[in-house]
């Protein structure tokens, strides 16, 4: 099954991001209400909503709440982290009144050149859906994870530019996305509940988001330096020590 999946007219803002950003919505820094406008959080229909109760850890959560079918999906950090490589997390619960129309997830945001797509989206019943190809917006199912809803599972994804490799992963489950192609940079990477099935009819869309968080990851080449540089370190020290 392929569905089709566009970002439309939503772009991340070309100013930088500050970066890395972790973030559990708590207060003082989020108030309750419209997720957007806050620390540079964007999301222009206000369908994502700073909460308390029902949060992974803290307090407060983000609750994205639609029974149209034709919400605006995209909640993330506006800006452009202008990184090579970065792995998205966030905690997503499902709950058990949405409808299997909507998937829950993450979307990479990439350079404004590129023609890639990187999205990884689970349902309440756990099927997991992804983008089917680079340069591709459709969607497909590729897995599916046992039924999630009513709690929290943690959705990754994962790309690198330079190696043009995109990986992601549902409740510990590791799914491969298609490689890159022309993408020379990474901008944001957004929350997203998307209505997969395209109804408008009995549709109901409901989560919670929590624990995000947005950040470069080592390239190969510098964790092998850093494993030398810690391997060099503890053998001085036992050698302090004889």
Do not use: C, H
Not at 89 to 104: A, K, M
Not at 218 to 226: A, N, S
């Amino acid at each position: 099954m392929k569905i089709q999946f566009t970002l439309g007219v939503f772009v991340a803002a070309a100013s930088a991001l500050a970066f890395p950003v972790n973030t559990s919505f708590e207060a003082p820094g989020y108030s309750l209400g419209t997720l957007d406008g806050q620390n540079n959080w964007q999301n222009v229909t206000g369908n994502y909503q700073v909460v308390s109760g029902g949060a992974r850890t803290g307090t407060q959560a983000v609750s994205f709440n639609d029974n149209t079918g034709v919400a605006i999906p995209w909640a993330g950090p506006a800006g452009d982290a202008a990184t090579t490589n970065a792995r998205g997390s966030v905690w997503v619960n499902v709950l058990g009144n949405s409808s299997l129309d909507y998937g829950f997830g993450l979307d990479v945001i990439y350079d404004g050149l590129s023609l890639d797509y990187s999205t990884v989206l689970v349902r309440r019943d756990g099927a997991v859906f992804v983008t089917s190809g680079s340069q591709n917006p459709n969607l497909a199912q590729v897995g599916n994870v046992g039924a999630i809803f009513d709690q929290y599972v943690n959705v990754t994804v994962t790309t690198d530019a330079v190696t043009k490799a995109v990986s992601a992963s549902v409740n510990g489950v590791n799914f491969a996305l298609p490689s890159l192609t022309n993408t020379g940079s990474i901008r944001s990477i957004y929350m997203t509940s998307f209505n997969i099935s395209g109804s408008t009819t009995a549709v109901s869309g409901q989560a919670r988001f929590d624990d995000y968080s947005f950040e470069a990851v080592p390239e190969p080449g510098t964790m092998l330096v850093l494993s030398a540089l810690g391997a060099g370190m503890l053998a001085r020290r036992k050698a302090r020590r004889s």
